[in-house]
């Protein structure tokens, strides 16, 4: 019986992008490619993970019109001129910061969409199909946002 001996490698990359509005949708699929192509990592998967409550990860078609339809979909789904608890700063005792923001709407959207998507890696090739792409959303307004991308396997 041979024995196959398999490491397994851990790549960590965290990414800071400056959005310019809300909602924004901002192509991440290069740079990914550009971290695993580096990573040298053949067989295994890859995570983008958006550290934000306000901000998602999505794979979807980068086609200008879905995109417009994307937006009017979100605010659709939660209007950021609804009134929310969330944003009255007169009954909302927690998670307060002195730069605190009526963003209730961006939450709303967030937990629709997702803080992170994991690829599988075959080859040294991320397995998206041919029209997928890897967004950061913004959902809030213009901020630093930070990403993480965590490539894992052989």
Same mark, same amino acid.
């Given at each position: 019986?041979?024995?196959?001996?398999?490491? *397994?490698?851990?790549?960590?990359?965290?990414?800071?992008?400056?959005?310019?509005?809300?909602?924004?949708?901002?192509?991440?699929?290069?740079?990914?490619?550009?971290?695993?192509?580096? /990573?040298?990592?053949?067989?295994?998967?890859?995570?983008?993970?958006?550290?934000?409550?306000?901000?998602?990860?999505?794979?979807?078609?980068?086609?200008?019109?879905?995109?417009?339809?994307?937006?009017?979909?979100?605010?659709?789904?939660?209007?950021?001129?609804?009134?929310?608890?969330?944003?009255?700063?007169?009954?909302?005792?927690?998670?307060?910061?002195?730069?605190?923001?009526?963003?209730?709407?961006?939450?709303?959207?967030?937990?629709?969409?997702?803080? /992170?998507? *994991?690829?599988?890696?075959?080859?040294?090739?991320?397995?998206?199909?041919?029209?997928?792409?890897?967004?950061?959303?913004?959902?809030?307004?213009?901020?630093?946002?930070?990403?993480?991308?965590?490539?894992?396997?052989?």
């Amino acid at each position: 019986m041979a024995v196959v001996s398999l490491a *397994t490698r851990l790549v960590t990359e965290r990414l800071v992008f400056q959005t310019s509005a809300a909602p924004h949708f901002i192509d991440l699929t290069d740079r990914v490619k550009e971290i695993v192509d580096e /990573s040298g990592i053949q067989h295994g998967q890859v995570v983008v993970f958006t550290q934000h409550t306000t901000a998602a990860i999505r794979i979807n078609e980068n086609e200008p019109e879905l995109l417009r339809d994307f937006v009017a979909f979100l605010d659709r789904v939660a209007p950021e001129q609804l009134p929310y608890r969330h944003n009255d700063f007169t009954i909302r005792t927690v998670n307060m910061t002195d730069d605190e923001c009526a963003n209730a709407h961006a939450h709303c959207r967030q937990l629709l969409m997702s803080a /992170s998507e *994991t690829i599988p890696i075959s080859h040294g090739e991320m397995c998206l199909g041919t029209w997928q792409r890897i967004f950061l959303v913004e959902l809030d307004h213009p901020r630093e946002r930070s990403i993480i991308v965590q490539v894992l396997g052989q």
